[in-house]
């Protein structure tokens, strides 16, 4: 029951390549507006900018995708416990790209992230909160949904 958890070394995915002029930023977040603007786009509730700023002072790291006009296309962030567990979070691709490129940069930023996990934190079993257009992508890279019949549930508490 423990195997359907782990994510496979083999079988992986080649590594994407991004598509001429887009960027991948692994050190610089985006600011709080912009990271909220692209939620939004990707049908999130909109969130405090400043909230959204202390999670991701508050994160492991972040992965940001810029288009070639330098404006914030995709994004993903990791929090862990440092020891067996590591989260990805507010894993997003802007939906007025065309959809080979969506899939391409999702592809991107699990691959990206996955391998940044397994360096980092070997052994660590990772789940995610995705939405439903990422969910091939997850499943191409060993993600199961509810392995094991396990179920997550989310409550969002009103400020």
Known sequence: MLDSLLIPFRGQPQPPQLPPGYALEPEAPPRGEELNGLL???????????????????????????????QLVGFVRATSDQALNANLWDLAVDPAEPAATQHLLLQV???????????????????????QGALETLRQHGFVVDPGGIRAMGLRLQA
């Open 40 to 70: 939004v786009l990707c049908g999130e509730p909109s969130r405090s900018p400043q909230r959204l700023e202390r999670a991701l002072a508050a994160s492991a790291w972040q992965l940001s995708l810029r288009a070639p006009g330098g």
């Open 109 to 131: 930023l699990v691959h990206t992230a996955l391998g940044r996990l397994r360096r980092e934190l070997p052994g660590c079993s990772v789940s995610v909160a995705a939405p």
